[in-house]
């Protein structure tokens, strides 16, 4: 085939006019047919270069299809075999109550889209996303990005996607937390947040717990309770029942600890019983025996207090266990019976009395270690003049040494 420019160098135009006007006119009018031929060849240059062009491409297709059709795995490195050894290794135990590692992608007001490399996300709606009470996941900090462990609560029957949860792991560690803190036996803070006619509920490491009425310290009502904290000690912790049940009064009385038997307290009385008086000590109860109240016999308890009444008290002893203190008003009288003829006495003398008795009780107690000593010298110990226990020395000793023959022997 000619070339194109073989083709316009054949082509010739008749003579025209020279004059400056008439040059352009002339050329359109006159050579028609040359503007013509050029575009129509350049058309079917065109047109040639794509039918090649598609030919080519058919051709592609077409070996493609064949190759798909009769030996689809040829040339492929990856074969059926390393696929299925890749879903083995890859895939991951889906049952409810398996713990997955996943990345949380996607939060909306219901919840958020997790990826634990299944073959669908997972889905944490916002009612398993805290063991406390939120209205977004975001609240919890749960935010695209987090990594984290979650439990399968369950599947989704419409996609098969799984649900997920962070409430109950939440829930697991909170139980665990109660029991170690009840092992610690140490006083923790609850909000109260309800109440009902056998004591209040408390909420306390995101679980609900119990406070019978009995183990509340003061004689305030329920309602003046709710949205306060207050202190709490652990008296049972059962996961499996769901029980948790704390106790006020105890922790108020562990609070107290400090001050010690013999130590002296002001009280005011809370209500009299047959059997004595119990009285608030900063937030405590405390049981005044009719026993202690007075070295001469007491047959009526409202003759000697009243409730509302403020008196001073000496701690007699403190069962932590149980969280309860007993009190005396005997052991500070100066002469028997001042209690029930002048209490005002009493009073004034408490500390003075505290003194004494608390002087006897060293001295009991530095007897006590004094006749260990005598039954163990052995132990290498020796007592001092105010009763305390130090290494034993050689001035400690007599020359003749100890004589232990004028000891009783033990009776059977």
Known sequence: MASLTQQFAGLKCPPVATTKNSKLSNFKNHCPNRKRSVISAAAVAVSNAQTRERMKLKEMFEDA????????????????????????????????????????FNTDANGALVDITAKSSAFLPVREASIHSIKHVGEAGIVPGLREEFVIIGENSS????????????????WERCRQLQAEDVVVKGKVVGANKGGVVALLEGLRGFV???????????????????????????????????????????????????????GT???????????????????????????????????????????????????RERGRVSLSTKKLEPTPGDMIRNPKLVFEKAEEMAQTFRQRIAQAEAMARAD??????????????????????????????LDLSDIPPAED
């Open 212 to 266: 019978p009425f009995s183990q509340i310290s003061t004689k305030s009502a329920a309602e003046d309770l709710l949205e306060k904290e207050i202190p709490l000690k652990f008296v049972e912790v059962d996961e499996e029942q769901s029980r948790l049940v704390l106790s006020n009064r105890k922790a108020m009385a562990d609070s107290q600890a400090q001050l010690g038997i013999g130590s002296v307290v002001i």
């Open 372 to 401: 260990m000593l005598r039954f163990q010298p052995e132990s290498g110990l020796t007592l001092s003049s105010e009763g305390i226990l130090g290494p034993l020395t050689s001035d400690d000793l007599p020359a003749e040494g």
């Open 65 to 104: 299809y064949e190759r798909c059709r009769t030996t689809p795995m040829e040339g492929v490195a990856f074969t059926i075999e390393d696929f299925h050894t890749a879903l083995e290794k890859y895939d991951f135990n889906s049952e409810v109550g398996t713990k997955v590692k996943g990345t949380v």
């Open 159 to 174: 996609d098969d996607s799984l649900i997920l949860s962070l409430r109950s792991i939440q829930y697991d560690l909170a």
């Open 269 to 319: 009385v809370q209500s009299l019983k047959p059997y004595g008086a119990f009285i608030d000590i900063g937030g405590i109860n405390g049981l005044l025996h009719v026993s202690q109240i007075s070295h001469d016999r007491v047959s009526d308890i409202a003759t000697v207090l009243q409730p509302g009444d403020t008196l001073k008290v000496m701690i007699l002893s403190h069962d």
